[in-house]
C-alpha cells in the first residue's frame, strides 16, 4: 500500500487511539500527511560539551557524565529535587520541579545530559534535562541533526509530543526510501533551479546529516508550497483577464464638472497616475481587479469618488462600502460636501443603522436607477438591496471583510462589476504577491500639498506630567487630542490601564475641558454622537479603543496619545497615528509605553519614531511579527496554507517561484501540455484539500 493510501492508524507506534488524536489535532490521516509534518527547529547531536564551554542559555548541549549526590528540598507541591552532575573536570546543578517522585537516580553510572542551560544567580544550571544511561543511548540519539515537532495542547494531555511523532516518522522513512513519491514538479524545474528531488527532500527535511543537506530540503519544500500558490494565484488573474467587463470608455460631465468645480484642492500626480490606470482598466471591455494602497491621508477617497462618477457618466451605478458604520458615514458626509449638493448625482447611505421607514425608497431608487451611487456598509450584500445597473464595486479595506460577504457583491448584475479594492494598510511586496497577487496594483505615493509629517515621540509613563503639560499647550492654542488604550475593561492578568481609569484620570486632571469616550461595545447612536461632539470641536479630548483607526477625520486633532503602545503591533501603530496630521498644522504622536520593553517592542518603537513611511513600517512589522496575523485572519487570502514557506523571510524564493509559475502560464494558460498536466493535477488536489475560495475573491 502506498504511504498516501496508507491510514494513520496502522502505521508502526499509532494505533486506533493516537491516530484519532493526529487527525483532530493536526489534520492527519494517512502516512503521508504525517511525513507533511516538518519540523519547526533542529538541534546538533552530534557534538558534546563540557561544562565550561557553556555560554549561552539559547542552545541545547550534551554532556557526558556522571551525578554524584541529589536530595531534596521542600515539601508537598513545593518540593524540588536537586542533583549535582559532574564531566570528570566541572560540576553543574539539575533541578527538577514536577514529577520528582518518578525521576529515578542512580550515583557513579553515565549518563548522556541533553537540554537547554538556564541562569539562576549567576551561575549556569539544567531544569528538566532529559538524562538517558549511556548504555541505552541510541545512535541516532547522537548522530546529525534532531528534528523537533510542533504539538498542540490536546496532544500533549494524550502523551504525543515532539519525541513520538520523531519516533512515529523515523518508521515510515524506510518505506519512503522503498517506494519513493511520485515527484509534484517537472524534471526540467528541477534541473533548472537545481532542486532535490521530493523523497528525497523528505527525508532529509526530518533527519538531515548535516545542515547543507537540511537547507537544500528545506529549499526544494519552500519552492514548492510558493510555486503551487503563485500557479494559482496568476492562473485565476489569467482567467478573470478573459472576464468581459462593463465597458466605460466616456468621460462626462460627471466626472468633469466636479473636476473642474468641485476639487478641493489640485490632484498629485499619484492620484493622477493612478486615475490613468483605472480609466484604461475600465475601457478595456475586460473587468477590473485593482487594489489600490495608499497611507492615511494620501487622497484615496477623492479617487474612489472619480472612478465612480466615470461610472455614472457611462450609465452604471456604483457603490462604496466599508466595514464599519463610523467609516460608511464619514465616507457619505465627505462625498456629499465634495460633491455640494450636485443636482445630477445622487448619493444615498445604507447601514445596520438605517431604519426600515428610511430604506423603502432607497431600495426603491436603487431598482429605478435614481441613486447613482451608494455608500454603505456589509448591508450593501444583503439579498433584497437590488441594483438597475451596478458596474462598479469600490471595497474599503478589503481584509475586514469575509471571502463570502464579498462574493456576494459580485452577483448583483448579470457579470461581475469592475471592482477596486482600497486600502490604508500599506502592503508589504511579499504580501502583495500572494494574499493580493491576482489584482492589478496601484499605490498613491504622496500626499497632498501642506501636509506636514507628523512627528512622533516616545516616553515612558514616567514622563506622565510632561505630557499632560503638552496636552494643556495644545488646547490652549485651539488643538483637539486623541487618546488611545488598548482595553475596554480593567484585566488583572493584565497590568493595563484600561479605558475608563484613563477617562476618569483625564477628568481630573482636565476638569475645564470637555472630553468624549467611545469603544467598540457602545451602541452605534451612542458612538456616533460622541464622535460628533469631537468633529464638531464641542469636546477638546476623545479617549477612545482602537474604533478610531479607521476612517475619522479630524483636521483640527493634532496629538494623538497612545497609552500602552506596546500592545499594539506596528501597522496599526501606524494606522492610528494617521488619524493626526489631516490638517496643515504640524501634528504630533506621543507613544506612552511602560518602562522596561523587551528588544522587539524597543525595536517597534523606534521604527515608528524613526519614518512615517507605511510600507517601510510594514515591512519591518512583517519581519518582526510574520505573515500570521497580518491581516486579521490567518494566512488570509492566501489560496493554500503555507507549512514551511515563510512570506516574511523567503522573499527572494517567493519571486523565483512567480516568474516559474508565470513562465509556465504564458506558454500554457490553461496547463493543457502533456508536460504541463502534473501542475494541473496538482492544482486540482490542493484546491480540493483547502477548498474553493479563491475562486470567488
Keep these: 500500500m502506498d504511504l498516501a493510501n ?18 483532530k489535532e493536526l489534520g492527519v490521516k494517512s502516512a503521508l500527511d504525517m511525513l507533511y509534518q516538518f519540523p519547526y527547529k533542529y538541534i546538533d547531536r552530534s557534538r558534546f560539551y563540557y561544562i565550561h564551554e557553556i555560554d549561552d542559555d539559547e542552545t541545547y548541549v550534551q554532556i557526558i557524565g556522571h551525578i554524584t549526590e541529589w536530595h531534596t528540598v521542600g515539601i508537598g507541591a513545593t518540593q524540588r529535587l536537586s542533583a549535582t552532575f559532574t564531566d570528570g ?21 553515565q549518563y548522556l545530559l541533553f537540554g537547554k542551560p538556564s541562569r539562576f544567580n549567576h551561575q549556569y544550571n539544567f531544569v528538566h534535562p532529559e538524562l538517558t544511561l549511556m548504555s541505552k543511548v541510541q545512535p541516532e540519539m547522537t548522530q546529525g541533526l534532531e528534528p523537533h515537532y510542533n504539538t498542540t495542547e490536546g496532544m500533549k494531555r494524550a502523551g504525543i509530543n515532539s519525541k513520538t511523532m520523531r519516533t512515529i516518522i523515523v518508521q515510515l522513512i524506510p518505506e519512503l526510501q522503498q517506494q519513493g513519491l511520485v515527484d509534484t514538479i517537472g524534471m526540467d524545474m528541477v534541473q533548472r533551479y537545481h532542486l532535490m528531488r521530493l523523497s528525497e527532500a523528505i527525508c532529509n527535511i526530518h533527519f538531515p546529516k548535516d545542515t547543507p543537506t537540511m537547507q537544500k530540503a528545506r529549499e526544494r519544500l519552500k519552492f514548492e508550497e510558493l510555486f503551487y500558490i503563485q500557479l494559482q494565484i496568476l492562473r485565476q488573474m489569467k482567467r478573470r483577464e478573459q472576464n468581459q467587463g462593463f465597458l466605460m470608455p466616456i468621460v462626462g460631465k460627471a466626472f468633469h464638472s466636479f473636476y473642474q468645480q468641485h476639487l478641493p484642492f489640485p490632484l498629485t500626480n499619484a492620484q493622477k497616475r493612478v486615475i490613468r490606470e483605472i480609466q484604461a482598466d475600465i475601457k478595456s471591455g475586460k473587468q477590473m481587479n485593482r487594489l489600490l494602497q495608499g497611507d492615511v491621508g494620501s487622497g484615496k477617497t477623492i479617487v474612489a469618488l472619480l472612478t465612480a462618477l466615470l461610472a455614472v457618466d457611462n450609465g452604471y451605478q456604483a457603490c462604496i462600502m466599508a466595514p464599519t458604520e463610523i467609516l460608511a458615514n464619514q465616507h457619505y458626509q465627505s462625498i456629499s460636501e465634495l460633491l455640494n449638493d450636485s443636482d445630477d448625482i445622487k448619493i444615498a447611505l445604507l447601514t445596520g443603522s438605517t431604519t426600515a421607514k428610511q430604506r423603502q425608497p432607497i431600495h426603491e431608487q436603487l431598482q429605478s436607477g435614481e441613486i447613482n451611487i451608494l455608500i454603505g456598509t456589509h448591508a450593501l450584500i444583503e439579498d433584497h438591496v437590488r441594483f438597475a445597473n451596478l458596474g462598479l464595486c469600490i471595497i474599503d479595506e478589503q481584509h475586514r471583510f469575509g471571502v463570502a460577504q464579498r462574493a456576494k457583491l459580485w ?30 496594483v496601484s499605490i498613491i505615493d504622496e500626499l497632498p500639498p501642506g501636509r506636514k509629517p507628523v512627528q512622533t515621540l516616545h516616553y515612558s509613563t514616567l514622563r506622565r506630567t510632561t505630557i499632560n503639560q503638552f496636552i494643556e499647550q495644545q488646547i490652549g492654542i485651539g488643538r483637539q487630542v486623541y487618546v488611545v488604550y488598548p482595553l475596554i475593561k480593567e484585566n488583572e492578568k493584565i497590568e493595563l490601564q484600561d479605558l475608563q481609569n484613563g477617562y476618569n484620570q483625564l477628568c481630573e486632571t482636565f476638569p475645564h ?31 477612545a479603543t482602537t474604533v ?58 523606534d521604527i515608528m519614531v524613526a519614518t512615517n513611511d507605511g510600507f517601510r513600517i510594514a515591512e519591518a512589522d512583517l519581519q518582526l511579527r510574520g505573515p500570521g496575523d497580518l491581516e486579521g485572519t490567518q494566512q488570509s487570502g492566501l489560496p493554500f496554507e503555507l507549512r514551511i514557506a515563510s512570506l516574511s523571510a523567503d522573499g527572494p524564493l517567493l519571486e523565483l517561484a512567480r516568474q ?32 474553493n475560495w479563491g475562486e470567488i475573491s
Design 6 to 23: 496508507k491510514n494513520i492508524e496502522y502505521c508502526k507506534g499509532v494505533g486506533a487511539k493516537r491516530a484519532d488524536i493526529l487527525r
Design 89 to 109: 573536570r566541572h560540576t553543574i546543578e539539575l533541578v527538577w520541579f514536577k514529577g520528582v517522585k518518578y525521576v529515578k537516580l542512580e550515583r557513579n553510572v
Design 411 to 440: 452577483n448583483k448584475n448579470l457579470r461581475p462589476p469592475h471592482v477596486l479594492v482600497m486600502t490604508a494598510t500599506p502592503i508589504p511586496r511579499t504580501l502583495a504577491m500572494t494574499v493580493y497577487g491576482d489584482l492589478q
Design 513 to 543: 475641558y470637555r472630553i468624549s469616550m467611545i469603544h467598540g461595545q457602545m451602541r452605534a447612536k451612542d458612538k456616533d454622537e460622541q464622535m460628533q461632539r469631537f468633529v464638531s470641536g464641542e469636546t477638546q479630548i476623545l479617549v
Design 548 to 605: 478610531i483607526e479607521v476612517g475619522v477625520n479630524v483636521p483640527n486633532a493634532s496629538v494623538m496619545i497612545i497609552e500602552n503602545a506596546e500592545r499594539f503591533g506596528l501597522s496599526q501603530l501606524h494606522q492610528l497615528r494617521g488619524r493626526v496630521g489631516r490638517g496643515a498644522e504640524q501634528s504630533y504622536c506621543i507613544l506612552l509605553t511602560k518602562v522596561e520593553l523587551s528588544k522587539d517592542t524597543r525595536k517597534r518603537m
Design 660 to 691: 516559474a509559475a508565470m513562465e509556465i502560464l504564458d506558454a500554457d494558460p490553461l496547463l493543457e501540455d502533456m508536460h504541463n498536466r502534473i501542475y494541473k493535477q496538482r492544482l486540482d488536489y490542493l484546491r480540493i484539500a483547502a477548498g
